[in-house]
Nanobody, 124 residues
């Protein structure tokens, strides 16, 4: 079992920045690829970014590419999502997730563990 807790969400103005954190406990964190997803009201959960267990490979949704950076610190059991140049359409609840294996990292249905989410609101 892996428990995930997100933090760092909040209210920010357009063009601002936030850094989300997701801290894991339970089984060995370093063995899991990690992903960030988001869900806006009335919409499906969508992929934002993912990172391999080593941190050597990263993946981004086209909608955030160039504005978002995913990273991890396995010594701290934490994965980060640095978001810059935020837009109103980035407003959503952001979830981190962990899965076994490094395939299908953009698919929410392939993840095994989820955090409770943290709200990000971008005001015009």
């Amino acid at each position: 079992q892996v428990q995930l807790v997100e933090s760092g969400g909040g209210l920010v103005q357009v063009g601002g920045s936030l850094r989300l954190s997701c801290t894991a406990s339970g089984r060995t964190f370093s063995g899991y690829p990690m992903g960030w997803f988001r869900q806006a009201p009335g919409k499906d959960r969508e992929f934002v970014a993912a990172i391999s267990w080593s941190g050597g490979r990263t993946y981004y949704a086209d909608s955030v590419k160039g504005r978002v950076t995913i990273s991890r610190d396995n010594a701290k059991n934490t994965v980060y999502l640095q978001m810059n140049g935020l837009k109103p359409e980035d407003t959503a609840v952001y979830f981190c997730a962990a899965r076994f294996g490094e395939v299908h990292l953009t698919r929410a249905d392939k993840y095994d563990y989820w955090g409770q989410g943290t709200q990000v609101t971008v005001s015009p």
